[in-house]
C-alpha cells in the first residue's frame, strides 16, 4: 500500500521508508539509506543550527536597535522616574513587508532545478544545500508554493518518463537478458529512484511540510515519487509481466531446491506492495502457481511414499512456506497461501491417507506421526472428523479381534488392558486429550467387547481372582492396586447389571423421596421452635445397604450445626424409635454467602470446604496444621480440600507458596480479589479413586446376582406351568432374562434346583419338568 502523508511537522527529517508509515526506502539498500540519512540529517542540523542563529540575531536586533527608515521595528523604552523602577520594552511590527528582489523567483527555482537534475542524473550539485532549503523557504514564504509544487511534480515525471523510453530504446537489449538479469535491472531502477526521491525531498522539506502537509488533497513529495514511478514504469504491460515472470521463476526455483538471492525478491515484492500493485498483479497468479504445483505434488507423492514419510514431507513444505512470508511474501498472503497448500497436500487426500496409513501407524504405535497426523488434520475442513471416525473403527476392529477369538482366551484380558494403555496413551500425547476422540474410544471399547457375551467377563473375574490370589508375589501392593484399576475399567463396558444392583437403584430413589417428605415435616417443626436458627438444615436419610458404605470421619463442627444437628435427631427418633443415626460430613454440602472487592458471591461447596472457609472469618491466615486441628479433618481429605480452594479453577483461597500440590508447611489466606462471572459457583471437591475392595466385591456380587436371577426365573416359569419340557423352559428363559446366558449356564442353574426339591425330573421322560410346590 502507499504511504500516508508525513505529519510530522515539528520533528527533524527522517528518511522516508517504502511499505511503511515511517515512510523508509526498501531494506534491501540499508546501508545507501543509512549513508544518505546521515548526511541528509547532519546538513539538516547544520541549517537548523545556522537558522536559530540568525533568529537569535533578528530578535537582538530588534529589541534593542532603533530604526526609523524602511519601516522597520522600533523599540523605545520607558523609564520610571523613580530610582530602580521597572522598565517597559514596547516592540512594533513591520509596517512594509520586505520585497524580493527581482527575478528571485525564476532565478532561485532555476538553481533548484539543476540540483534536481543533478540529484537524478548522479552527478555533484554545484549548491550549497543549506543555501537550496534556505531557498525553497523563501518561495514559500512569498506565497510560491503553488507554482513551485507544480514545477517540482513537473521536473520528476519528465524523469521518469525519460526513464521508461530507456526501457524502450533498449527493448532489445532488455530481451536478450535472462529473467534475473531484467529483476536486478528493475530493483536498481527503483533503488535509484527511492534514492533520488529521498535526496530531492530533503532539499523541498520545507514545502512538504508547510503547503502540501495543509492540503489534503496534494500527495507528499515521496508519494508522488511512488505515483510517478507506478504510472510509468510499473503499469506498462510488459514491464510489469516480465518482472512478475521473473518473481515467479525465482520462487519455483526455490521451491524446486536451489539458492535463490531473497533480498532481489523481497525488494521488488516491497515495491508492488508499496505501488499498490501487488495483489492485483503478483498475488493472484503467485496463488494459481502454486495451487497447481501442489496439486500435482500431492496427487504424486500420495501414490509414491507412505504416509509417515508423506507427513514429513507436508510439514516441511508449511514450514517453507511460512519462511518465505517471514523473508519476503507480504503478509496479506500467509492465509490464502497456506490454506492452499494445506487444502492441496492435506485436504484433498484424508481419506487416502488414512485408509492407507492410519492402522499401520496405530498398529506400529508411531507416536511422534500420528501426532503430526493430528495436528496437520486439525487444520483442514473435515480433517478431524474423519480422523476420529477411522479411529473408532479400528478400536472396534482390534478389540473385536482380541474378544472374539477363542484361541486367543488365554490372554484376553492382558490383551485388552495392553490395548487399553496404547489407545490411551495416543488420545493423551497424539490427540491432545481431545474430549471427542476419548468418547469414541468408550464407546468402541463398548461395542466390540459386548460382542461376545459373557466371556470377557467370566475372564476377568478369573484374572482378578488370580491377580488377588498372587499378591506380593508377584506385584507390590502399588502395582496391583493400578492393575486392579485398570480392569474394572474394562469391566464397566460389560452390559451385566443384575437385578440386585436394580433393587437398590430402586432403594436409593426411594430414599430421596422420604427424605423430602421428611424435610417438609422438619420444617414445621423447626417452626416452631422457641429459638429458630438462621440456618437451614436439609437432611437426606440414607438405608444402609442400598448406598455404598463409607468411613465414619469425625469433624469439628460449628455449634451452631451442631445444635441444629441435635433438633433434627430429637425429631426424627421421635417419630421412628429404635432406629439409629449416623452422620456422613464426607456427603454433606452447603452454599455459604461471600463477599470479594468485586462483589457478593454464594459459593456451593462440601462440608469440609465449608469448616475449612468458616476459619478465616476468624483469621487471616493459617497453616495447614492449624486448619487441621481446627477442623479435624483427616490430612489426606484436607489436602484434596484445600486444593480444590487454592489451586482449582475457583481459588477463594491463596496458597503460599504457590504450587499445585498442598504440603506441609504451606499457609492459606482469604482471596479478597477473587473474581467470577457466575454468582453462585460449585467448586468441586477434589473426589478420591475408587478402592480395590469396592471394585472386587462389584465384581463378586454380579456374578452372584446372576444366578440367583436364573433360578428365580426358572421357579417362576416352573410354577405358572407346572409341568415343562426342557426346550420349552429354555425358551422361556431366553425371553424372561434380559442378559446373554449360554445353554450350559441354564442347565446348571436346573440341576441346582432340582438337586434343592425346587422342581423334578418326570420318571418316565428325563427331559421333562415337574414343579415341587
Keep these: 500500500m502507499l504511504p500516508s502523508k508525513d505529519h510530522r511537522l515539528n520533528k527533524e527529517f527522517v528518511s522516508p521508508t517504502v511499505n511503511k508509515q515511517a515512510f523508509e526506502p526498501p531494506a534491501v539498500h540499508s546501508n545507501l539509506v543509512k549513508h544518505l540519512d546521515h548526511t541528509a540529517v547532519s546538513q539538516r542540523a547544520n541549517l537548523i543550527m ?49 520585497k524580493l528582489a527581482e527575478n528571485y523567483t525564476e532565478d532561485t527555482w532555476l538553481k533548484l532545478r539543476d540540483a534536481v537534475g543533478a540529484i537524478q542524473n548522479s552527478t555533484s550539485i554545484k549548491y550549497n544545500l543549506e543555501e537550496l532549503y534556505q531557498a525553497v523557504e523563501n ?100 514491464v510489469q509481466k516480465r518482472t512478475v515472470d521473473g518473481i515467479l521463476e525465482q520462487i519455483e526455483l526455490e521451491r524446486n531446491g536451489e539458492t535463490v538471492d531473497r533480498s532481489l525478491i523481497r525488494s521488488l515484492l516491497g515495491m508492488l506492495s508499496d505501488l499498490q500493485v501487488y495483489k492485483d498483479s503478483f498475488e493472484e ?22 504416509v509417515p514419510e508423506y507427513l514429513h514431507h507436508v510439514a516441511h513444505r508449511l514450514e517453507e512456506e511460512n519462511d518465505r512470508i517471514m523473508s519476503y511474501l507480504d503478509q496479506s498472503t500467509q492465509k490464502p497461501l497456506i490454506s492452499c497448500v494445506e487444502k492441496q497436500l492435506l485436504g484433498e487426500h484424508i481419506t487416502a491417507m488414512l485408509q492407507k496409513g492410519l492402522r499401520i501407524l496405530l498398529d506400529e504405535n508411531r507416536v511422534a506421526e500420528l501426532a503430526l497426523l493430528y495436528q496437520l488434520f486439525s487444520k483442514v475442513k473435515g480433517g478431524l472428523p474423519t480422523l476420529l471416525q477411522f479411529w473408532r473403527d479400528y478400536i472396534k476392529s482390534f478389540g473385536g479381534e482380541i474378544v472374539c477369538t477363542p484361541e486367543k482366551d488365554k490372554d484376553m484380558v492382558q490383551d485388552l488392558l495392553d490395548f487399553k494403555d ?36 467370566e475372564l476377568i473375574a478369573k484374572y482378578v481372582d488370580s491377580k488377588l490370589r498372587a499378591g506380593n508375589k508377584e506385584a507390590t501392593e502399588e502395582e496391583l492396586e493400578r492393575i486392579l484399576d485398570k480392569i474394572m475399567i474394562i469391566f464397566r463396558f460389560i452390559h451385566e447389571c443384575g437385578a ?28 416452631n421452635q422457641s429459638e429458630p436458627s438462621n440456618i437451614e438444615l436439609t437432611v437426606n436419610i440414607l438405608t444402609m445397604g ?48 461471600a463477599e470479594f472487592k468485586e462483589g457478593k458471591k454464594e459459593l456451593q461447596v462440601s462440608l469440609f470446604q465449608t469448616l475449612v472457609l468458616l476459619m478465616f472469618n476468624e483469621g487471616e491466615e493459617f497453616s495447614m496444621e492449624e486448619i487441621r486441628a481446627a477442623t479435624g479433618i483427616e490430612e489426606e481429605e484436607l489436602r484434596r480440600t484445600l486444593q480444590s480452594l ?15 500440590d498442598v504440603e506441609d508447611g504451606d499457609r ?17 471437591q477434589i473426589q478420591m479413586k475408587e478402592t480395590v475392595e469396592e471394585q472386587v466385591s462389584t465384581t463378586e456380587r454380579v456374578f452372584q446376582d446372576r444366578q440367583y436371577q436364573i433360578d428365580a426365573a426358572v421357579v417362576r416359569i416352573m410354577k405358572m406351568r407346572k409341568t415343562l419340557s426342557h426346550n420349552l423352559l429354555v425358551s422361556e428363559l431366553y425371553n424372561q432374562l434380559k442378559f446373554p446366558v449360554k445353554p450350559g449356564d441354564l442347565k446348571k442353574r436346573i440341576e441346582s434346583l432340582i438337586d434343592r426339591d425346587y422342581m423334578e425330573r418326570d420318571k418316565e421322560t428325563p427331559n421333562q419338568y415337574h414343579y415341587v410346590a
Excluded at 500 to 506: D, G, N, V
Design 546 to 593: 442400598y448406598w455404598p458404605s463409607y468411613i465414619p470421619m469425625e469433624v469439628h463442627l460449628p455449634p451452631e450445626m451442631v445444635k441444629l444437628q441435635e433438633v433434627f435427631k430429637l425429631f426424627y427418633l421421635g417419630k421412628h424409635s429404635g432406629r439409629k443415626l449416623q452422620w456422613q460430613p464426607t456427603l454433606g454440602h452447603a452454599v455459604l454467602k
Design 285 to 306: 497468479r503467485f496463488l494459481v502457481e502454486t495451487n497447481r504445483l501442489y496439486a500435482a505434488e500431492g496427487q504424486r507423492l500420495t501414490q509414491e511414499r507412505d
Design 668 to 684: 492459606f489466606n482469604f482471596n479478597n480479589d477473587f473474581k467470577h462471572k457466575l454468582f453462585r459457583i460449585k467448586i468441586n
Design 139 to 238: 518561495l514559500c514564504s512569498y506565497k510560491v508554493s503553488p507554482t513551485l509544487y507544480k514545477q517540482l511534480r513537473q521536473v520528476c515525471e519528465d524523469h521518469v518518463q525519460a526513464q521508461i523510453k530507456q526501457f524502450f530504446l533498449n527493448m532489445e537489449l532488455t530481451e536478450s537478458l535472462d529473467n534475473l538479469s531484467f529483476l536486478k535491472r528493475m530493483n536498481r531502477c527503483w533503488q535509484d529512484h527511492c534514492r533520488q526521491t529521498i535526496m530531492i525531498r530533503s532539499i523541498f522539506l520545507f514545502l512538504d511540510r508547510t503547503y502540501v502537509l495543509q492540503n489534503s488533497l496534494l500527495p507528499s513529495i515521496w508519494d508522488t515519487g511512488l505515483e510517478l514511478f507506478r504510472t510509468h514504469i510499473v503499469s506498462d504491460s510488459a
Design 500 to 527: 440386585a444392583f436394580t433393587s437398590k437403584l430402586e432403594g436409593m430413589f426411594k430414599d430421596m423421596e422420604l427424605s423430602k417428605d421428611i424435610m417438609i415435616q422438619f420444617k414445621q417443626y423447626i417452626q
Design 422 to 457: 496404547k489407545m490411551d496413551n495416543v488420545a493423551q500425547s497424539c490427540f491432545t486429550r481431545s474430549e471427542g476422540f476419548i468418547n469414541a474410544m468408550k464407546e468402541a471399547f463398548e461395542t466390540f467387547i459386548n460382542k461376545r457375551p459373557n466371556k470377557p467377563a
Design 50 to 98: 545556522a537558522e536559530d542563529t540568525r533568529q537569535d540575531k533578528r530578535a537582538s536586533f530588534s529589541a534593542i536597535t532603533e530604526h526609523n527608515t524602511n519601516g522597520m521595528a522600533r523599540t523605545s523604552a520607558v523609564a520610571s522616574s523613580k530610582s530602580g523602577a521597572s522598565k517597559k520594552l514596547v516592540i512594533k511590527n513591520f509596517k512594509d513587508r520586505p
Design 646 to 660: 487454592a489451586c482449582g479453577k475457583a481459588r477463594v483461597l491463596n496458597k503460599n507458596p504457590r504450587g499445585k
